[in-house]
């Protein structure tokens, strides 16, 4: 029993990171730019996640971007915590021919999985893949902030988050 509920923490967790690393995700905001090009840099914020009985807990985030190929590809280094756990995530993520795709680790606990989605206008629908879990993604970054939304199958631990970053100057 203590390890099924350890399994299903850890999928609830695992989806919280990718939520994080997907708001790298952001349309192109000038003519000839990537995707990613107004996210170099550092950004911070925080939110809020159900877990089991619909019990809400916050979460605070640190992660720094790196861009490269003209805003096509970006990397972050993420790192999470809440009073109940923390982790550090590495992910690579790069956009072609209207698709979003990338990979990402957890640190910590030697997870890992595979990153899908698109991007239509300033909203990105993304799935997420990892060995024992699922998780569907929307996100919006307008300027300095990014707010992020994500529902998890029917019978996970994590059945829902909401995550806002903001850029620090």
């Known amino acids: 029993m203590l390890a099924s509920w350890i ?3 850890l999928s609830g967790f695992m989806i919280v990171v990718l939520a994080a690393v997907l708001a790298l ?3 192109a905001q000038t003519q000839g730019s990537g995707p990613f090009s107004d996210l170099a840099g550092n950004w911070t914020g925080g ?3 159900k877990i089991g009985n619909n019990a809400e807990e916050s979460i ?3 992660a720094q971007y ?3 190929s003209n805003g096509a590809t970006a990397s972050i ?3 999470c915590a809440s009073d109940s756990y923390k982790f550090e995530l590495q992910s690579n993520v790069r956009y072609q021919n209207g698709e979003v795709r990338g990979d990402w680790s957890e640190k910590t606990r030697g997870a890992a999985g595979m990153i899908v989605g698109s991007i239509k206008g300033d909203r990105v629908a993304v799935r997420v893949e990892g060995q024992t879990f699922s998780a569907l993604l929307s996100l919006t970054t307008r300027g300095d902030k990014q707010s ?3 529902t998890a199958p029917v019978g996970s631990e994590m059945s829902e988050a909401k ?3 903001n850029r620090r100057g």
């Open 77 to 79: 280094e993420l790192r």
């Open 163 to 165: 995550i806002t970053l």
């Open 25 to 27: 995700v952001t349309p």
């Open 60 to 62: 605070r985030c640190r």
């Open 47 to 49: 939110g809020s996640l």
């Open 7 to 9: 399994d299903a923490r």
């Open 66 to 68: 790196r861009v490269g």
């Open 148 to 150: 992020i939304a994500i």
